[in-house]
């Protein structure tokens, strides 16, 4: 599937506090965009509209497979996402998380895809640990799982590296290698090692106004 994300004259405000304005680009298949800027200038709230989870105040997102421009619903279907703003549950394991999330999108559930996902993401052996004993770099493991259950054709990372360890960064490297190959991967980030994996970057400034750097991170 050709998956392509279209943004026109984005702007979002929240009454006089202007977040940013004007932000216009298309992001193509094959493509890691990466969204750069200090705490506060609107990288969250920016993936969160993409997502079809919050409504500009200005301009419009528009995601397109094989050249239809899909529905808010056949959007969000469309997506992974991992944010800190993603609750798990305590009081079911990691295998259980994964499959209330599958039985909620509507998908079918596969234990055994599950528990070789949980591995792939470094949970081998934590499948029926509850989540309440996990750490906070468990937890975003099981998100990345979460994001990549349904193996969507956009990825959007919000901060993907958080509290994981260094095998934990190599994981996210190798998600965002493989998902280039397959699709979109979209990030906001603070760290400079995760935006040099963007093959274009957006640069939201401190008052608010976006950027496009000429060339490529690559």
Do not use: W
């Not at 094989?66 to 079911?92: C, M, W």
């Not at 792939?120 to 750490?135: H, I, M, Q, T």
């Not at 770099?137 to 509290?163: C, F, S, W």
């Amino acid at each position: 599937m050709l998956t392509r994300v279209e943004i026109k004259n984005l702007a979002k405000a929240y009454g006089q506090r202007r977040l940013f304005s004007n932000i216009s680009v298309t992001i193509e298949y094959g493509t890691v965009f990466a969204v750069a800027g200090p705490n506060g200038a609107g990288k969250t709230t920016l993936l969160r509209i993409i997502c079809g989870l919050l409504p500009p105040s200005a301009g419009e997102v528009s995601v397109s497979v094989d050249g239809r421009v899909l529905s808010a619903g056949e959007r969000r279907a469309k997506i992974g996402l991992v944010s800190p703003d993603l609750e798990l549950y305590n009081e079911l394991s990691a295998l259980e998380n994964l499959e209330f999330f599958a039985r909620l999108r509507g998908l079918p559930f596969s234990p055994e895809e599950a528990r070789d996902l949980l591995a792939y993401v470094g949970l081998k052996g934590r499948e029926n640990d509850l989540l309440a004993a996990f750490s906070s770099g468990l937890r975003q493991r099981l998100k990345l799982a979460y994001a990549l259950q349904h193996r969507p054709p956009i990825l959007v990372l919000d901060e993907p590296a958080a509290n994981l360890d260094g095998e934990g960064v190599r994981l996210v490297e190798n998600i965002i290698a493989c998902q280039r190959k397959r699709g979109i991967v979209i990030m906001a980030t603070n760290e400079p090692g995760e935006v040099a994996y963007g093959d274009r970057i957006l640069t939201l400034g401190p008052q608010g106004h976006g950027c496009l750097p000429q060339g490529s991170a690559r």
